[in-house]
């Protein structure tokens, strides 16, 4: 299934997230010094488009890091395991430092929340998230839309033989 949408209206694309965050040091703050995992980030949004446009990155990185981490698409579901509610949580590797469209599974529910895990390795994150406002077809949509109005275009000649 390819998505038909516009990616290059800028009034289409509206910012829905954004964060920097530092890692917590076990000492005094010197390049030795342990530091505690950026815990997992979660949107406070609630979001309802599948397509968004993601970029992170970290000011602190060394030349050969490539990925920033993963997010994840949370949508509740109506199980409970452990006594906690469960959640769907597609997930897609982030690159670090580029934006990069995500198109996360449409799978009819009205609305998801998004998370962010950076790596362990990452002692600085920066993060903005963008959702897409336009229309999001399928090729196979526009299709079935332009034979239907083919086919009304015929009926309505065929009617106006009778």
């Not at 990155?57 to 409970?80: D, E, M």
């Not at 229309?135 to 949509?141: D, M, P, W």
């Amino acid at each position: 299934m390819t998505l038909v949408i516009n990616l290059n209206d800028p009034n289409l694309w509206i910012p829905v997230w954004e964060f920097d965050v530092v890692a917590e040091t076990l000492g005094s703050g010197g390049e030795g010094d342990s530091y505690i995992r950026i815990p997992k980030q979660n949107c406070p949004t609630i979001l309802d488009s599948s397509v968004l446009a993601i970029y992170a990155n970290n000011p602190l990185a060394k030349p050969g890091w490539f990925s920033a981490g993963f997010l994840s698409q949370n949508i509740r579901l109506p199980l409970t395991v452990g006594g906690q509610p469960t959640s769907y949580g597609a997930s897609r590797r982030i690159v670090l430092g580029k934006t990069q469209i995500v198109s996360f599974l449409d799978v009819g529910v009205a609305d998801f929340s998004i998370s962010f895990l950076c790596h362990r390795w990452h002692r600085q994150v920066q993060l903005v998230a963008w959702e897409y406002q336009g229309s999001i077809s399928t090729q196979e949509l526009a299709a079935i839309a332009s034979l239907s109005q083919q086919v009304s275009s015929v009926e309505q000649k065929i009617d106006s033989l009778l």
